[in-house]
T-cell receptor, first 116, second 115 residues
């Protein structure tokens, strides 16, 4: 149980285009999902917290107009990188839990984005 | 705000040797502590977690961790390392009330296992 998937697993795009990454909880309902960014050989940095049916909460320094998050259902959250640039190239990881207080987050396998 | 320190960036151990990965945290209340493992290019897998109760926590793959409040530590241990344990290990502290916890990760420790 507690499986989280991400799609696509990797994507290459041209500078200036937008890229959408999906995060799905496959066997549980996730009222809260989190989006992290990980640069090579570095730790995970929380970008935003996504709650179903409400606006995402972004961490300080994260451009909400650039990283659009939509948590449309209890099993799906999407991250759209708008007008991507090479510096947006990174490993994006989502996690999910059911939001019932502090509990374990289950992580997706990650999406590697390369912007040319 | 909470923070996590993993003092060791890189550790090399021989297969069969014991392992201890250090983790120190800073948090004003009772912390929720986690250890995750990440293989190259992969997501994170939960090894173990501590919320309350017994301070010695058993996890998967033969790992255990001990919560020591007096030292603000949550070190990960394994008595005998296998070559497949080579990976990046992240300690994390969770904080939150009423809603899902926000995790703060340490910088990670890369484990190399020599045969």
């Amino acid at each position: 149980g507690a499986v989280v998937s991400q799609h696509p697993s990797w994507v290459i795009c041209k500078s200036g285009t937008s890229v959408k990454i999906e995060c799905r909880s496959l066997d549980f309902q996730a009222t809260t999902m989190f989006w992290y960014r990980q640069f090579p050989k570095q730790s995970l940095m929380l970008m935003a917290t996504s709650n179903e049916g409400s606006k995402a909460t972004y961490e300080q320094g994260v451009e909400k107009d650039k990283f659009l998050i939509n948590h449309a259902s209890l099993t799906l959250s999407t991250l759209t990188v708008t007008s991507a640039h090479p510096e947006d190239s990174s490993f994006y990881i989502c996690s999910a839990n059911s939001g019932k207080g502090v509990e374990t987050q289950y992580f997706g396998p990650g999406t590697r984005l390369l912007v040319l | 705000a909470q923070s996590v320190t993993q003092p060791d960036i890189h550790i090399t151990v021989s297969e069969g040797a014991s392992l201890e990965l250090r983790c120190n945290y800073s948090y004003g209340a009772t912390p929720y502590l986690f250890w995750y493992v990440q293989s190259p290019g992969q997501g994170l897998q939960l090894l173990l977690k501590y919320f309350s109760g017994d301070t010695l926590v058993q996890g998967i793959k033969g790992f255990e961790a001990e919560f020591k409040r007096s030292q603000s530590s949550f070190n990960l241990r394994k008595p005998s390392v296998h070559w497949s344990d080579a990976a990046e290990y992240f300690c994390a502290v969770g904080a939150g009330t009423g809603t899902a916890s926000k995790l703060t990760f340490g910088t990670g420790t890369r484990l190399q296992v020599t045969l």
